[in-house]
């Protein structure tokens, strides 16, 4: 079990900000790890979570699904996946250990920056053949001295949008969250204590979920989210206890665990540091910024979807990979292609693995630049770049017919990212974990 981090809190004891450790969930730390699971079967799983992460996503931003190479992919990712449910897949890779209620019950939940929401399945189920069948600790609200529903004529149940499934003002304000893959949560929204790290904060809105239709891993369900919508965790630290809208989090090796910190303890600039304008999807709870082009040795080409130059490319926790529009991703395969001097080598068992080349120790993959809006390059090497995939070492880039491109956390990986939403900023620290 994880140790709770200590909480950095001011002298006047307002909380000034905290740091979580995450830890992957395929790291020996996780509770979803396996020992039987060989290297490859990781990456596979890892591959087959990246390609359901996209469908979701696209389901979310309303975007065209008939990808018709993402579908074979999840297909074949069905079958060595099958004991975990896709809206598993489609949430994220990393975890967070936090409490909630009085007292508190500690719950593993899904590190996501693309949800507007933080929810945990509750008892007692309405239909408990229909909810995840889930070993850990349940949270049990009729024992909590701290729970209170949100009526649905109250703002905050507003908010929740075309989610809301209420029957009256004075009625509880419930919700139907539905994802692409069938998959239904339903709950009521409420107010709790959570607890993170040594501190408690009072009164924070989340969903706990309680008729849930699905399969799901056994021993954890759940979001933190950390969307830029109103009930996101980063949202209501940011108008509630005055932590303005900075967190920042650097995503590590599978064998390390990573860090995401709130508030004072975000890091948002450093040595080395450099930034760029972020822009937020409305509507939406989602991070983009501009990639104005990319590059490899001084050799690039501008990058652009249609006409849309700002906010072309989105931020995403949950997806290994990246994803590039299929025309973009062909010309950096064309420039990489000249520049290693290695023959590739297909491998039509795995569709989005587009460019592999056989392993050895001296081999040398160039760096790629992005080159983001107001001057921030960013050099992405090899660590970040390159998925070894049993004697095989491939581009952790796929590409997608549909126009969403995706900045995955293997490119994220090693680097601190930090989010200042109050001032619109996004800072790359590289080697700052």
């Known amino acids: 079990m994880l140790q709770f981090p200590t909480v950095s809190v001011a002298k006047t004891s307002k909380l000034s900000g905290f740091s979580m450790d995450l830890i992957h969930q395929d790291s020996f730390e996780s509770p979803f790890y396996d020992s039987s699971v060989n290297q490859s079967e990781l990456v596979e799983r890892a591959i087959f979570r990246s390609s359901s992460r996209l469908s979701h996503l696209k389901s979310l931003l309303k975007l065209p699904n008939n990808d018709a190479l993402l579908q074979l992919h999840n297909n074949a990712g069905k079958e060595i996946y099958s004991t975990e449910a896709t809206i598993m897949a489609s949430k994220g890779e990393f975890l967070m250990e936090f409490s909630i209620g009085t007292p508190p019950v500690k719950q593993w939940a899904i590190f996501d920056i693309g949800s507007d929401v933080v929810w945990p399945q509750c008892r007692k189920c309405i239909n408990w053949f229909n909810c995840f069948k889930q070993t850990k600790s349940i949270f049990n609200p009729k024992k909590s001295s701290s729970y209170r529903p949100i009526l649905c004529e109250s703002l905050t149940c507003e908010q929740l949008g075309p989610e809301i499934n209420c029957r009256g003002a004075k009625s509880k304000c419930k919700y139907h969250f539905k994802y692409n893959d069938n998959t239904d949560i339903f709950g009521e929204l409420a107010t709790e204590t959570f607890k993170l790290g040594n501190t408690s904060l009072p009164e924070m809105v989340f969903g706990c979920s309680n008729n849930n239709v699905g399969v799901f891993q056994k021993t954890s369900v759940g979001i933190v989210g950390l969307g830029n ?141 992005f080159h983001f809006s107001g001057g921030a390059d960013l050099a992405l090497q090899m660590r970040n770049t390159i998925l070894t995939y049993g004697d095989h070492m491939c581009l952790a880039i796929a590409p997608t017919s549909d126009p969403l491109a995706l900045f995955g956390n293997k490119l994220q990986s090693e680097t601190m990212i930090g989010f200042d939403i109050d001032n619109g900023r996004v800072s790359f620290t590289p080697n700052y974990c």
Do not use: W
């Not at 980063?234 to 967190?247: A, K, Y």
């Open 229 to 369: 919508g109103p009930h996101s965790l980063v949202s209501q630290l940011q108008h509630r206890n005055g932590m303005g809208g900075r967190f920042s989090y650097c995503l590590t090796d599978k064998k390390e665990r990573s860090k995401v910190s709130f508030g004072a303890n975000a890091i948002l600039s450093s040595e080395g540091s450099i930034s760029t304008p972020l822009i937020l999807s409305v509507p939406g709870d989602y991070y983009f910024v501009s990639l104005e082009a990319i590059s490899v040795n001084n050799r690039g080409f501008p990058f652009m979807i249609g006409y849309r130059k700002k906010g072309n490319i989105m931020f995403d926790s949950g997806s290994s990979l990246s994803f590039l529009p299929k025309d973009m991703y062909q010309q950096l395969e064309n420039i990489l292609k000249n520049e290693i001097q290695d023959t590739p080598i297909p491998l039509p068992t795995s569709p989005h693995l587009q460019l592999c080349y056989k392993y050895r120790d001296n081999f040398e993959f160039p760096t790629i630049m």
